[in-house]
């Protein structure tokens, strides 16, 4: 595997469900990320891992909860999401910390929330 | 708070055109980077810059970043239907933002 994978592809759920997002990095960077891509918004950040630290935006609802357990590897555990929470969820990462500037994406999970 | 605004949100031209799409901000950022996003892929980075006035080329795709690095712009050159996709710019490093994007369609 090269680059920065993401599974599932696509997700669909209930509202009560709990699933997670997968998100792995092969580049030896040391941060990593999670965007929200709605349609017609800009991507939003949701969490930032940098050297195992977490940056949170803090207008992110706490059933969305981020786990980094090495600078490889990163998940988002969602339950009791809401139909609004339907969207494209981008994983990314860099090398650099907070000068970081250059991210590498994955392919993204779609998640439909019913 | 800092904001990146795209424009035109949308493009669709016919093969061969040139066209210029902007990235504007009334924040100055030490770098900017462009991404490509192709339908049901994540994005792809094209280009950072970093120095005011600083112009780049990739292939006929032409980034300059203005001399406030306040502004970004990227030139396309005779359009090829491979060029189709959301163009984004970013900045702001390790709390990146990214712009709305521009949403061009070339057409054979």
């Known amino acids: 595997e090269t680059g920065v994978t993401q599974t599932p592809r696509h997700l669909v759920m209930g509202m009560t469900n709990k699933k997670s997002l997968k998100c792995e990095q092969h580049?030896?960077?040391?941060?990593m990320y999670w965007y929200k891509q709605s349609a017609k918004k800009p991507l939003e950040l949701m969490f930032v891992?940098?050297?195992?630290?977490?940056?949170e935006n803090n207008s992110v609802p706490s059933r969305f909860s981020p786990e980094c357990p090495n600078s490889s590897h990163l998940f988002l555990h969602l339950h009791t999401l809401q139909p609004e929470d339907s969207a494209l969820y981008l994983c990314?990462?860099?090398?650099?910390?907070?000068?970081?500037?250059?991210?590498?994406f994955g392919p993204g999970t779609r998640l439909t929330v019913t | 708070t800092q904001l990146l605004e795209q424009s035109p949100q949308f493009l669709s031209i016919q093969e061969g055109e040139n066209l210029t799409v902007y990235c504007n901000s009334s924040?100055?950022?030490?770098?900017l980077q462009w991404y490509r996003q192709e339908p049901g892929e994540g994005p792809v980075l094209l280009v950072t810059?970093?120095?005011?006035?600083e112009v780049k080329k990739l292939k006929r795709l032409t980034f300059q970043f203005g001399d406030a690095r306040k502004d970004s712009s990227l030139h396309i050159t005779a359009a090829q239907p491979g060029d189709t996709g959301l163009y984004l710019c970013?900045?702001?490093?390790?709390?990146?933002?990214f712009g709305a994007g521009t949403r061009l369609f070339v057409k054979a």
């Open positions: 970013a900045g702001g490093g390790f709390k990146t933002i």
């Open positions: 891992y940098s050297l195992e630290e977490r940056v």
């Open positions: 924040s100055v950022f030490s770098s």
């Open positions: 990314a990462s860099s090398q650099g910390g907070q000068d970081a500037h250059e991210q590498y």
């Open positions: 580049l030896g960077h040391n941060a």
């Open positions: 810059v970093v120095t005011g006035g």
